[in-house]
């Protein structure tokens, strides 16, 4: 069974940083292509960063370029998300999913979710 | 950036209904689009890729049509486990993108 489990989320002042993690289990991580996408409150569907299956192709979201990095560990089947210079519009519930096939950019597994809160 | 418009941003329907949900892309995208459902405070469930190819396991009821820069999402036989809010996203380009989503009410 294909499972992803997100950590890392939690309240952070702004300017600071955070590290999320999703761990994969189910699927051989290494021939798939991942993403984060995040929900702010009471909001929409945002694409955050993603990233191909062997981690050197990473894609950001304009909102986000130059403080998040998206890397992976393919032999400890975990994605990361490197959040620096957090602002208050970054707080939301950040998802992992993972690809179709090995690059679609369309996603059929998710995990659970974590909350980053931004505040002072 | 290719935007992403869903219409209606929500709905109001009664079990047994036909519904139909609307994308539409800012630029053409073939037919490099995604559906989702999601629930409250849970995770969005992947529906269609392809704009029409239902993922196994989805309902029937469900189908998607279009291309180009207009999709439809249509449920027919609306049942209770349905009500949910709709989201579209195009896989053509980066960034990739969703629509503002559309909540199916009763």
């Known amino acids: 069974e294909v499972q992803l489990v997100v950590s890392g989320g939690g309240f952070v002042q702004p300017g600071g940083s955070l590290r999320l993690s999703c761990a994969a289990s189910g699927f051989t991580l290494s021939t798939y292509g991942m993403s984060w996408v995040r929900q702010a409150p009471g909001k929409g569907l945002e694409w955050v960063s993603g990233i191909n299956d062997s981690g050197d192709s990473p894609y950001y979201a304009d909102s986000v370029q130059g403080r998040f990095t998206i890397s992976r560990d393919n032999s400890k089947n975990t994605l990361y998300l490197q959040m620096y210079s957090l602002r208050a519009e970054d707080t939301a519930v950040y998802y992992c999913?993972?690809?179709?096939?090995?690059?679609?950019?369309?996603?059929?597994?998710w995990g659970q979710g974590t909350l980053v809160t931004v505040s002072s | 950036d290719i935007q992403m418009t869903q219409s209606p941003s929500s709905l109001s329907a009664s079990v047994g209904d036909r519904v139909t949900i609307t994308c539409r892309a800012s630029?053409?995208?073939?037919?490099?689009l995604a559906w989702y459902q999601q629930k409250p405070e849970k995770a969005p469930k992947f529906l269609i890729s392809?704009?029409?190819t239902l993922q196994s396991g989805v309902p029937s009821r469900f189908s998607g049509s279009g291309s180009g820069t207009n999709f439809t999402l249509t449920i027919t036989n609306l049942q209770p486990e349905d009500f949910a809010t709709y989201y579209c996203q195009q896989y053509n380009n980066y960034p990739l993108t969703f629509g503002g989503g559309t909540k199916v009410e009763i």
């Open positions: 630029q053409g995208i073939s037919s490099w």
């Open positions: 392809a704009a029409s």
């Open positions: 999913a993972k690809d179709r096939t090995t690059v679609t950019n369309f996603w059929d597994y």
